[in-house]
């Protein structure tokens, strides 16, 4: 099993670009999850889904959408990207019965200048 | 309510020295904790984990203990290693809208000195 796979690893954006972060999870998992991650904040929700084609949003989720077609692949979509979403983005699943143990990805660094 | 307060935001152990890393919440509705351990370059992936009807647990050198009463648990390394280097997460699972949630607290960046 390749767990969960994000790509691309790094990239940088001038403002205003959009771009899709890809996720992708072979174990099967119902529950899915996209995570900003800032120095001194830890890992806010950005928006996660409960099944394919049920999303709903987090704590941080503008400027961002999901969509979830397939058990396997949960994309990240940033419309019109600013500075301010400068960071490392992580990708998780986990089973619906065991939410607290969540799979992340090695996680996606961007950033828009 | 639905944060979770983690200190200290950085800690130095010396090798050998116990390490511990000190987490708070305000809602009870909480129903799990885990810690996660995150390396440079990687994702967090989950180290060890309490239900809040049990105030410890513990799994070779890393131990939670839980405080209902206070609202606080803890991470203690014992016997910190070099490897243990790396920053760590509290976290708190609730339900929340019909839907379970994870929160993390805002992590601590271990460095075990030689």
């Known amino acids: 099993n390749a767990g969960v796979t994000q790509t691309p690893k790094f990239q940088v954006l001038k403002t205003g670009q959009s771009m899709t972060l890809q996720c992708a999870q072979d174990?099967?998992?119902?529950?899915m999850s996209w995570y900003r991650q800032d120095p001194g904040m830890g890992l806010r929700l950005i928006h996660y889904?409960?099944?394919?084609?049920?999303?709903d949003q987090g704590e941080v989720p503008n400027g961002y959408n999901v969509s979830r077609s397939t058990t396997e692949d949960f994309p990240l979509r940033l419309l019109s990207a600013a500075p301010s979403q400068t960071s490392v983005y992580f990708c998780a699943s986990s089973r619906r019965q065991g939410l607290y143990e969540q799979y992340f990805g090695p996680g996606t660094r961007l950033t828009v200048t | 309510q639905q944060q979770v307060k983690q200190s200290p935001q950085s800690l130095i152990v010396q090798k050998g020295g116990i390490s511990i890393i000190n987490c708070a919440y305000e809602n009870t509705a909480f129903d799990y904790f885990p810690w996660y351990q995150q390396f440079p370059g990687k994702g967090p992936a989950l180290l060890i984990a309490i239900r809040p009807d049990v105030s410890e647990k513990k799994e070779g050198r890393f131990t939670i203990s839980f405080n209902k009463s206070a609202k606080q648990f803890s991470l203690h390394i014992m016997d910190s290693q070099p490897g243990d280097s790396a920053t760590y997460f509290c976290a708190a699972s609730i339900r929340i809208q019909g839907a379970q949630k994870l929160v993390f607290g805002q992590g601590t960046r271990l460095t075990i000195n030689p």
């Open positions: 889904s409960v099944g394919a084609g049920i999303t």
């Open positions: 174990m099967n998992h119902e529950y």
